[in-house]
T-cell receptor
Framework: GAGVSQTPSNKVTEKGKYVELRCDPISGHTALYWYRQSLGQGPEFLIY????????DSGLPNDRFFAVRPEGSVSTLKIQRTERGDSAVYLC????????????FGPGTRLTVT | QKEVEQNSGPLSVPEGAIASLNCTYSDRGSQSFFWYRQYSGKSPELIMS????GDKEDGRFTAQLNKASQYVSLLIRDSQPSDSATYLCAVNGGYSSASKIIFGSGTRLSIRP
């Protein structure tokens, strides 16, 4: 079946602009996760959804970052007033909630803030 | 203190040999352990998961878990050039099995012909 998809694959924006990154999880996966990865580092957790609600948003770095999943499927990560330090690859993953709990990643969105 | 520690490498292994990748973690309550492979410019790909002490084998890959020592390892037998990648050790970071994953920084593995 289809894996996790993310759009766009690349996004270049100017400092101060607003961006939205989209994730479409594996069909039937109730859990959805956002991570971001900087060069030479492992992915860093941002937020986790069970269904429509955020079960854990402890990784969001500040209030410029927000994510929604209104219908329990597609999720959008929103970044306001982007800063150059937000440049990274933003990864989305999904998993089943009934086990196994393995997370499968999408191809990522490379965000560059100029 | 980092929660998941890995040697960054690079680890260079001759083709056909066994590659051994190691990882330690700090949270004794962790229940789920994963190895991801990441090729340059690509996203992480899950290759092994392990949940109980001991060994788990899948093809050329064997994951080993020792919860008492808080240690996870990955063995790759008959290493191939296509195994050259960064290997990420990951541990679940919450109290439920479906929760955030904490990643190490990865070990770069290079298989030399």
């Amino acid at each position: 079946g289809a894996g996790v998809s993310q759009t766009p694959s690349n996004k270049v924006t100017e400092k101060g602009k607003y961006v939205e990154l989209r994730c479409d999880p594996i069909s039937g996966h109730t859990a959805l996760y956002w991570y971001r990865q900087s060069l030479g580092q492992g992915p860093e957790f941002l937020i986790y959804f069970q269904g429509t609600g955020a079960a854990d948003d402890s990784g969001l770095p500040n209030d410029r970052f927000f994510a929604v999943r209104p219908e329990g499927s597609v999720s959008t990560l929103k970044i306001q007033r982007t800063e150059r330090g937000d440049s990274a690859v933003y990864l989305c993953a999904s998993s089943s909630l009934s086990g196994p709990y393995e997370q499968y990643f999408g191809p990522g969105t490379r965000l560059t803030v100029t | 203190q980092k929660e998941v520690e890995q040697n960054s490498g690079p680890l260079s292994v001759p083709e056909g040999a066994i590659a051994s990748l190691n990882c330690t973690y700090s949270d004794r309550g962790s229940q789920s352990f994963f190895w991801y492979r990441q090729y340059s410019g690509k996203s992480p790909e899950l290759i092994m998961s392990i949940y109980s002490n001991g060994d788990k084998e899948d093809g050329r890959f064997t994951a080993q878990l020792n919860k008492a020592s808080q240690y996870v390892s990955l063995l790759i037998r008959d290493s191939q050039p296509s195994d050259s990648a960064t290997y990420l050790c990951a541990v679940n970071g919450g109290y439920s099995s479906a929760s955030k994953i904490i990643f190490g920084s990865g070990t770069r593995l290079s298989i030399r012909p």
